[in-house]
């Protein structure tokens, strides 16, 4: 079964130093893989997604990932944090012939002043 | 384009009660999606519909969850007889089809007492 793991379930960092959050899939074919944003007592928003082609996908809000085949990785980077970028991210993968998300257990990052 | 959309935000109940949640998605949007999401977890997924036909659920879905989508618009989630281990951040999200991006509503929190 496909599953997704997200290396730390906090970090913290100063702000304008880089970000980095992790994330590893597990699935033998490549999925279409996710990472999602979320505020407290919201909704989950879309950062960014990789499907086909480019390996390298930008974002909002100054976000990108990549994704590595040869690392089952995806993960989320940011070279410079904002105070507003503290908050919960999950990184998720959705399986061709599948319908569902599945989910990282969630990074919380915080931004120190 | 108003966004995915759900009713109540929050909702408390007491034990064995029973509770409803409405979810609107994304007008256009044919498929639509139902996630639970406990405190310091990942999003779960519970059930799918493509318009009104739900065509599959989670062995999370006990016997005493059931959700409808009339018309294929919007879907309603009924748990009877509230148990405390149901509180949980419900999460609708909806899609314009397969392999689609998933866009999330901002969830309802339901607490059991």
């Known amino acids: 079964a496909q599953s997704v793991t997200q290396l730390g379930s906090h970090v913290s960092v100063s702000e304008g130093a880089l970000v980095l959050l992790r994330c590893n899939y597990s699935?033998?074919?490549?999925?279409?893989l996710f990472w999602y944003v979320q505020y407290p007592n919201q909704g989950l928003q879309l950062l960014l997604k990789y499907t086909t082609g480019a390996t390298l996908v930008k974002g909002i809000n100054g976000f990108e990932a990549e994704f590595k085949k040869s690392e089952t990785s995806f993960h989320l980077t940011k070279p410079s944090a904002h105070m507003s970028d503290a908050a919960e991210y999950f990184c998720a993968a959705l399986i061709q012939g599948a319908q569902k998300l599945v989910f990282g257990q969630g990074t919380r990052l915080t931004i120190n002043p | 384009d108003t966004g995915v959309s759900q009713n109540p935000r929050h909702k408390i109940t007491k034990r064995g009660q029973n509770v409803t949640f409405r979810c609107d998605p994304i007008?256009?949007?044919?498929?639509l999606y139902w996630y639970r999401q406990t405190l310091g977890q990942g999003p779960e997924f519970l059930t799918y519909f493509q318009n009104e036909a739900q065509l599959e659920k989670s062995r999370l879905l006990s016997d005493r969850f059931s959700a409808e989508r009339p018309k294929g618009s919007f879907s309603t989630l009924e748990i009877q007889r509230t148990e405390q281990g149901d509180s949980a951040m419900y999460l609708c999200?909806?899609?314009?089809?397969?392999?689609?991006?998933?866009?999330f509503g901002p969830g309802t929190r339901l607490t059991v007492l």
């Open positions: 999200a909806s899609s314009l089809g397969n392999l689609d991006t998933q866009y």
């Open positions: 007008s256009e949007h044919n498929r």
């Open positions: 699935s033998s074919v490549p999925p279409y």
